[in-house]
Nanobody
Framework: QVQLVESGGGLVEAGGSLRLSCTAS????????VAWFRQAPGKEREFVAA????????YYADSVKGRFTISRDNAKNTVYLQMNSLKSEDTAVYYC?????????????????????WGQGAQVTVSS
């Protein structure tokens, strides 16, 4: 069972930056596709960014492309989400996710049902 622990959320003014971290409890994390999702009040969980393992590929939702960057540090079993130029509409609870280590290197997963493990969520609030 993989446990994911998130950190780095908080309150920031519009135009500011935050970096979220998600650290896994075991090294098999390095062989898993990972992603960030978010859920705003009254809305469904939506895809934000994804990253493969092995041959590193990334994919972003149109709403965050050019502003957010997903990355991973395999030595630390950690995936990051750097968020720049934040907008009020980015306010949400952000969740990291990891798949069941069933994908080939380079595979990108963007559906929440494709992920098996989830972090507890980190609140990001952007004030306008």
């Amino acid at each position: 069972q993989v446990q994911l622990v998130e950190s780095g959320g908080g309150l920031v003014e519009a135009g500011g930056s935050l970096r979220l971290s998600c650290t896994a409890s075991e090294r098999t994390f390095n062989y898993r596709a990972v992603a960030w999702f978010r859920q705003a009040p009254g809305k469904e969980r939506e895809f934000v960014a994804a990253m493969s393992w092995g041959a590193p590929s990334t994919y972003y939702a149109d709403s965050v492309k050019g502003r957010f960057t997903i990355s991973r540090d395999n030595a630390k079993n950690t995936v990051y989400l750097q968020m720049n130029s934040l907008k009020s509409e980015d306010t949400a609870v952000y969740y990291c996710a990891a798949d069941g280590a069933t994908q080939a290197p380079g595979a990108i997963l963007i559906g929440p049902d494709e992920y098996d493990y989830w972090g507890q969520g980190a609140q990001v609030t952007v004030s306008s």
